[in-house]
């Protein structure tokens, strides 16, 4: 059964902590992405990439860098949590930048920054 | 810049065809309407997409308007688990041509 991973449900971090939240995707696919999503809000596009190494900003980037250095990995950072950043993140990766039947997504990280 | 909009939520009782809208009233001339659906504690799953056909398949029916401005899903016979937030998503031109997932309908299922 195909998937992708997220590397943890639920996490709790300080104010100013550094945090990575990895995902991890096993269909070989060439693009994967990084969502928040909020009450009111609905998903909300961070960063996506569509290759290696390569890495594209969405909606929100502001306090948010990605990383993505092999295929099947693709790891958001957040370089100093704050509470705004609370919120449910969802990476998700697909076979194609040009279609969106084909998005496979991790079922998320539940983020509280305190 | 094409965007969504769907009612907040709505309620369906079990068994009942539950008609779900979507306005896209900016939405490109060669672009598709993608649906996904997201149950609590996953993340979203896709169902259909269409371009200016109706379409069917073993979830749900898309019926889109002539002048492609709106779209509305429907599931013909509406279970329990089917309660879910549902997502019409379009290409978003702000967004490196990424698509607009939105704020999504609520569905409930009503026993």
């Known amino acids: 059964d195909v998937k992708v991973t997220q590397s943890s449900r639920y996490l709790v971090k300080r104010t100013g902590e550094k945090v990575f939240l990895e995902c991890v995707q096993d269909?070989?696919?060439?693009?994967m992405f990084w969502y928040r999503q909020d009450p009111g809000l609905g998903l909300r596009l961070i960063y996506f990439?569509?290759?290696?190494?390569?890495?594209e900003k969405g909606d929100i980037p502001e306090g948010y860098s990605v990383s993505r250095e092999k295929k099947e990995r693709f790891s958001l950072i957040l370089e100093s949590a704050s509470t705004n950043q609370t919120s449910m993140y969802l990476c998700?990766?697909?076979?194609?930048?040009?279609?969106?039947?084909?998005?496979?997504f991790g079922s998320g990280t539940r983020l509280t920054v305190v | 810049d094409a965007k969504t909009t769907q009612p907040p939520s709505m309620d369906c009782a079990e068994g009942r065809a539950a008609n779900l809208p979507c306005n896209h009233s900016?939405?490109?001339?060669?672009?598709?309407v993608y649906w996904y659906r997201q149950i609590h504690s996953q993340g979203p799953q896709y169902i259909i997409h269409?371009?200016?056909n109706n379409e069917t398949n073993e979830m749900a029916s898309l019926i889109i308007t002539e002048d492609r401005k709106s779209s509305t899903l429907i599931l013909p016979h509406a279970t329990l688990r089917d309660t879910a937030v549902y997502y019409c998503?379009?290409?978003?031109?702000?967004?490196?041509?990424?698509?607009?997932f939105g704020t999504g309908t609520s569905l409930t299922v009503i026993p």
């Open positions: 269409g371009l200016k």
């Open positions: 998503i379009v290409r978003g031109s702000n967004t490196g041509n990424q698509f607009y």
């Open positions: 990439s569509y290759d290696v190494k390569m890495k």
């Open positions: 998700a990766s697909s076979f194609t930048p040009w279609e969106a039947y084909g998005y496979t």
């Open positions: 269909m070989d696919h060439e693009n």
């Open positions: 900016t939405i490109s001339g060669n672009e598709y």
